[in-house]
């Protein structure tokens, strides 16, 4: 049990990290998502250092890198030259002191020469904050729906479920693929995030659905329900004061399974053209921009980055969620 | 049991024709169309006119959904406009390369998640299953699309398989059967292995619950060797509630098999469906869907059939909660 802790610690720890990265993104990167460094083109990432060639110890310093064969694009450290790290200058956290030559690239440069490091902490914004809108917009769709059903039962409860289960026996990413397609395939940054979180919310709502109706129908046979509509509380106030709030902690587990899920479904969508435009950094559009050549990523694996990082925000997102397994009533002989 | 079955068969024919029905009119009201997305606007009014006359986009949509419905009963599925072939001689082969990406992964998940969950399931602590739960935790954080990026990565670092197609261009020594064998390790293995894990959890989580009855306990107490209780009686019951997870890995393994058909280029139903959306090929795209459609119908109808056979709790109370397991 003692174990679980630790892990849930982990997952939390690394979730937190990536929201507040998301929230500081303007601070703690040291370019603009569009900024481009024409000469270093798939640039390998600047270790930041503080011991240099000699041995001796200084304040955290990097190297420029230097191009040694255009067409393979390799790069090389100057070793010669220490170019210091500057601290709280012009609003960002650190930059290089010397941002033309020697720009600080924490995780390298993409196939137009643009900051990874700073493409991935605007671009969580945008990835992580569709998937937590689409899995809020799909838990109040669900709650209602599960609600109206589960509270007034009959026929509407009977057509509602029926419709939920149809989604649900579909593969969710095809339905998707196929309602973010059948929209205009070319739209601005603003328009793509409103529609994708509609369709994930859609797409999402019906296991919330199904969840939240068996609470509510469970929920409204016991006596504290009875006692409330004997005091004259409206369906209405039943359902949203006392009914609803009994499924609180199925919609926070459900939430929890929901955002990995949009955070991948972005990735894909992004990945094969029908997300964000490529000019937005989100962590689907990073990894659709080496997708032409998927070799790219074998020759430069900062360009996994993103898919690094989603990896970890799920893998957080799951630590978190990880029910006592061990501790319950089940034993071994 | 005939009756559920006939009951799972009239669903299935419903989904089949609800989801293409859906796609041919949802493709059909998308803004443009297979004429103006393959100009790209080029072409003078004219032709755009001809062109449309002779696919059957001038016709009202309620007309084309009839001629096309009419047309499918005599399983006529339409021309694919980008091809210029009948639909019904694209799928079959993009189907058949899709079933055999997504049964060998199915089969991996099988060979590798079952077996992992009896051991780490059946064990209270100790290093092996505090590792194979590692793994299964770290596994599930990576949906296919992750791993096949991650394994698309080693494969391509290590020049160890082929990282893109099916086939090689030319047929190498080991013949035909091989070289798709080795094409097939990164895809099949991108979406087995998140599924391993899933199946994983489930079997060790069933197999301690089993472990937990009293019968287990009886059987020890007898002096049955524990190896023998373990994965003979205990795994009986243990294995119910992991078969009937398998109807619900259906829509998994399609919505899996979609990232990695693109990201390693399988010449698949993902790819081609992908393609069809792209052009509005309004034809293909219904046609890709009932595909799809008619796989999902066919492996839960199989799955649920099977679990009814094992089970016979189930086919009364199957029709009811099946998909909101």
Redesign the interface.
Known sequence: MRNNLVTRRVGLVLVTIAVAAAGTAPFIAPHAVDEHFGGLLNAPPTIPRLIDADGSWHLPFIHRSNRVSQLEQRYEEDRSVRVPLVWLSRGRLVRSANEVDAPLLLLGADSYGRDVFARLVFGARISLGLAATAALGGMLIGASIGGLAGYYGGPMDEVLMRAADFVMVLPAMYVSLALRSVLPLVLGARDVFVLLAAIFAIVGAPSIARGVRAIVRSERRLEYAAAAQALGASDMRLLARHLLPAARGFLAVQITVLIPAFIVAEATLSYVGLGFPDEVASWGTMLHDASTNIRVFADFPWLLSPAAAMFLVVLGLNLVLQEDRRGDKTQTP | MTRYIARRLAFSAL?VV??SSA?LV??R????DYVIESTAGQASRLRIEKERARYGLDKSIGAQYRDWLAAAVRLDFGRSMQYDRPVRDLIPERAANTAILALTALLIATGVGLPLGIVAG???GGLVPGAIRSAS??L????P??TS??L??VA??TGWFP??GMRSATIPAGGEVLDLLHHLVVPAAAIGLPLAAMLERLQA?AM??A??EPF??AT?ARGVPRSRVVWRDALKAALRPVAAIYGLIV??L???S??VE???AWPGLGTL??GA??TRDVYL?AGC?GA??LF?AFG?LVSDVALALVDPRVSETAAEG???A
């Open positions: 989904l609800a989801v796609s949802l493709t009201i998308a803004p443009g059946s064990r209270r935790v770290v599930l954080s990576m949906p699309l992750l990026l991650f698309v990565f391509a670092r990282i893109a989580q301690s619950q472990i937990g287990v306990l020890l829509g998994a399609l919505s899996g979609f990232a693109v990201i390693s469906m992908l959306l792209r795209v869907a799809g459609a999902l839960t099946r998909a909101g």
